[in-house]
């Protein structure tokens, strides 16, 4: 009952998180290229360059493409982590100035990076309804924990501001108290 609870209420906070780093990351790269279709320039592989062709088009309507704002839309979470991996710290992070998305972060981009794929991974979890819960006021994201902090933070490295929104309006304090409540059970899990 508890991990339900606790996947319930971290819905907002993700979602909020995701489309922050997402539209942060358009906008960076947006004045980088001087234009809202980067992602048609952008060195991509593959396999985001078909998710990104796949992205602009518009159902039902051949020949028709969808506007950037859609596109950025419908671009996975995944799409945007892998922008900030190491492949593209020089192409992409340095040179086409996407840490401007992160104008707060203090910190190099592969742990920024490596945040992002631990939410990434905790909100998989969650949409796959998998357990969350441990004992120690943290969240198992299959392969560590992750702390309700160190999600605001992520926010934080975006904007302040955004982060104190989504902390006021997502249920981040019934989150805490979920944790707290499992906690003060004493159950190892």
């Known amino acids: 009952e508890y991990n339900i609870q606790l996947s319930e209420v971290l819905y907002g906070l993700l979602h909020g998180l995701e489309v922050t780093v997402r539209n942060a ?3 960076a790269l947006t004045a980088s290229y001087g234009t809202p279709t980067w992602y048609d320039t952008v060195p991509l592989s ?3 360059r078909d998710q990104v062709v ?3 088009k518009v159902p039902g309507q051949p020949g028709m493409v969808e506007k950037p704002g859609k596109v950025v839309s419908k671009l996975t979470f995944g799409f ?3 922008l ?3 492949a593209n710290h020089r192409r992409l992070w340095v040179d086409r100035k996407l840490s401007h998305a992160f104008p707060n972060a203090k910190i190099h981009r592969k742990l920024i990076h490596e945040r992002l794929k631990a939410i990434q991974l905790l909100r998989n979890r969650i949409s796959h309804h998998e ?3 441990t004992s120690a006021c943290a969240l ?3 392969d560590g924990v992750i702390t309700l902090p160190e999600l605001l933070e992520c926010v934080e ?4 501001d955004t982060a104190h929104w989504i902390k006021a309006q997502f249920r981040y304090a019934e989150a805490e108290r979920i944790l707290d409540a499992v906690k003060a059970t004493g159950v190892s899990l």
């Not at 490295?157 to 302040?160: D, I, S």
């Open 25 to 27: 990351e358009h906008h």
């Open 46 to 48: 593959p396999y985001w």
């Open 54 to 56: 796949t992205a602009k």
């Open 80 to 82: 945007w982590i892998d």
């Open 84 to 86: 900030v991996q190491a």
């Open 131 to 133: 357990p969350v819960l």
């Open 140 to 142: 198992y994201n299959g």
């Open 157 to 160: 490295w975006v904007c302040v």
